[in-house]
């Protein structure tokens, strides 16, 4: 299924909370003087304008990233994050949004590598387009990212981030994402794996949680941040959540000082809340 084009949503509070997350795991990674590789299997075009095009049918970055561009009072973690996004934004006016690669390649030391997939032809393009520069760092193929990290890992530093966040338009998506980590774990058990997920009122999702704490890692942790109720009819997605495993032992903390701050300002109506919870050696 290609209909899917992450443009429509750039900025909006599920990039929020996902790229913040990206930006803590990979800063964690950093703090050690060894490389690392970041992965990531649905990858988009990598960045994204706000001002024309797909963006601004819906804009939904203005109840996203445009509620915490102007605040001076970020949690260090929504700081971080927003800074990575000031770069891409020199004039200091938000014209422009970082996908999950370009958040990568703006923290990542200049020796570690990228290794990017992304399925839907038009947003591959882009994406080749927007590191074109990049040289032998980052590495993009035009594949389906559940297959394609089979051949990747382990990577050989033995150290990497690996995101996965497909749409899940497919509603297979959420299978996909439970047998990509149960293969991935086999053959590289240390990694730090990442998932996205929106909150939906389906039973996939809600079958999804309980099958991604079962998996054999060291640790988990579940973040979500519900900017609203969820709705009467069952349909619409009232949020989205990140499910580490092997997460850092800072990341507990951290959430717990910036996730009721996003649910404070970018909520929706006011039943917007979030979820934070870990499991295993965290």
Excluded at 37 to 49: C, F, L, P, R, V
Excluded at 146 to 174: Q, T
Aim: aromatic share 10%; net charge neutral; charged share 25%.
């Amino acid at each position: 299924m290609l209909s899917y084009r992450h443009a429509f949503h750039a900025g909006n509070h599920a990039d929020v909370l996902k790229h913040l997350i990206q930006i803590e795991l990979l800063n964690y990674l950093g703090q050690k003087d060894k490389p690392y590789w970041y992965i990531d299997t649905h990858a988009g075009a990598g960045a994204y304008s706000l001002v024309e095009g797909y963006a601004t049918k819906n804009a939904e970055f203005e109840s996203g990233i445009a509620r915490l561009w102007q605040r001076d009072d970020l949690p260090e973690a929504a700081a971080n994050y927003v800074e990575v996004v000031r770069r891409m934004n020199a004039d200091g006016q938000l014209k422009f949004y970082p996908g999950s690669p370009w958040c990568a390649a703006g923290v990542m030391p200049q020796s570690d590598k990228l290794r990017l997939f992304e399925l839907h032809p038009s947003d591959a393009k882009l994406l080749q387009e927007n590191f074109a520069d990049a040289g032998r760092r980052v590495q993009i193929q035009q594949a389906n990212g559940f297959e394609g990290i089979k051949a990747i890992l382990p990577p050989p530093p033995r150290r990497a981030l690996v995101l996965i966040d497909p749409p899940y338009e497919d509603k297979r998506d959420y299978q996909h994402v439970v047998t990509a980590l149960k293969e991935s774990l086999k053959r590289f058990a240390t990694g730090v794996y990442a998932v996205w997920y929106p909150c939906l009122q389906r039973a996939e999702m809600k079958e999804m949680i309980p099958a991604l704490k079962k998996l054999p890692a060291k640790s988990w942790l579940r973040a979500e941040l519900h900017v609203q109720g969820p709705s009467a009819d069952g349909f619409g997605m009232h949020g989205s959540g990140m499910f580490i495993l092997n997460a850092p032992w800072t990341l507990p903390q951290t959430l717990k000082e910036t996730l009721p701050y996003l649910a404070r300002h970018l909520a929706q109506d006011d039943k917007a809340s979030f979820i934070l919870e870990s499991g295993g050696d965290l």
